[in-house]
């Protein structure tokens, strides 16, 4: 303590500042509190540092308000502001944002997690957010009561359908850089509206869109073009009409998952909406090879492909391989397949992209076959192995649970032996 003592102000500022920051955002104000109790040095330094008190989380326990001295102490900082209510409470919410909506200019980065995220959106949050460059917002399972849960302890809470659509029409962000919305309800009668709030956005980013409530009949007769999205994201989608709802000429990142409830999809023209993505990640798309085939073809320009899926099923559905040999891709380096069926047919779709691709990556479960596979097919998988790895111009690797989707990539059995294996550590070892 004496040395510390001996700090310049500003360092000893600054090793303060980093070690409140960098504590978790709910407890950033209970470390800051602590810490300023060690000394009258300490107290003033922690107290005059206005970095220290822009990070707000409504609703967590350690900060239950009000926040007009910590607003005082942040001075004319930009503001970090998560609204997360563990009791699921929307007043509870409700009351502690107003005391810093007067200071909504100075928002900058805005995250909603509750289960009605929606609704605090659209009726409690500020509607003009000049300032905001990240915006949030998740639509988190609504906890069970109390009496049922100490009944039922081992009841899970199941994530029920939003109960509320945001109208998209007096939201103003104009400055937003990333948007993230997850689990909420996007009606036909909304999409016109939330169309015009993304064109009204000039330097968005980064979109991310999960697990949408929408249907079929969400399809406006228009798109957004979005000239500053660089990544885009569309997770547990239903719908390939969702395809069609934003155009981006200088993507780089897509990834599409679709839903696993999923039995149809209908092909949709996406024209050159995602020509220039470089880095695209396709997931749960070998059951219908022919909207695989339909968006391979929207992006020329890809370089690093990933096609993943959760599970295994009949060796008809699964033709990721099948389709790289019919669909070439000329600018492809990268290649990660993930639910591959037979090697054989990787080996082929290598040799059509001979001169471009650098990187093979399969993963360990794809080296074994089904039960009712024959002796011949083990010696073709194996052949096939051997000549991917000879090949001086190409690396092949395999992957194990930790970079792979799926619990069931984590444990699964050895298809020749039948034994329970686990990924461990980047390999395979047999369970204990």
Known sequence: MTTLQHFPPELLSGILELVCRGSPAQETDYVAHTLAQVSKLWRAIIFSTPSIWTVFHIGNA????????????????????????????????????????????????????????????????????????TLSVKATPRQSSTPLRDYYPFLPDYPTPPTFSLTWTDLEMINLRNLELSDIILKP???????????????????????????????????????????????????????RWIVAPNLHRLLVERVAQAR?????????????????????????????RNILRAVPLVSDLKLLEYDFSSPASLSAENVLQEQA??????????????????????????????????????????????????????????????????????SHGAKVIGDRYWSHQDRKDYRQMDCIAGSCRYHL
């Open 62 to 133: 350690y900060n239950k308000g009000p926040f007009g001295r910590k607003l005082e102490r942040s001075g004319d900082l930009p503001l970090d502001i998560s609204i997360v209510d563990e009791s699921s409470r929307f007043g509870a919410a409700k009351a502690q944002l107003q005391d810093i909506s007067i200071k909504s200019h100075r928002w900058q980065h805005l995250r909603i997690s509750h289960p009605d995220a929606a609704l605090i959106l659209e009726q409690v949050v500020p509607q003009a957010l000049p300032g905001v460059r």
């Open 189 to 243: 009668k909304n999409m016109v509206a939330f169309l015009d709030f993304l064109q009204a956005c000039p330097n968005l980013q980064s979109l991310s869109l999960s697990h949408l409530w929408e249907s079929d009949a969400n399809d406006p007769s228009r798109s957004a073009t979005l000239q500053s999205l660089r990544s885009l994201e569309l997770r547990g989608i239903t719908s390939s009409t969702i395809l």
């Open 264 to 292: 149809t999809w209908s092909l949709v023209d996406i024209e050159s909406h995602y020509a220039t993505a470089k880095d695209v990640t396709l997931i749960r798309f070998s059951t219908i090879p022919a909207a695989l």
């Open 329 to 398: 891709l000329p600018c492809l380096t990268d290649l990660h397949i993930q639910g591959a069926f037979s090697l054989h047919q990787v080996e082929k779709a290598v040799e059509v992209h001979q001169s471009t691709l650098k990187t093979l990556e399969v993963h360990c479960l794809d080296l074994g076959l089904s039960k009712t596979s024959l002796e011949r097919d083990y010696e073709e998988r194996d052949k096939a192995w051997t000549w991917l790895k000879s090949q001086s111009w190409l690396t092949s690797r395999v």
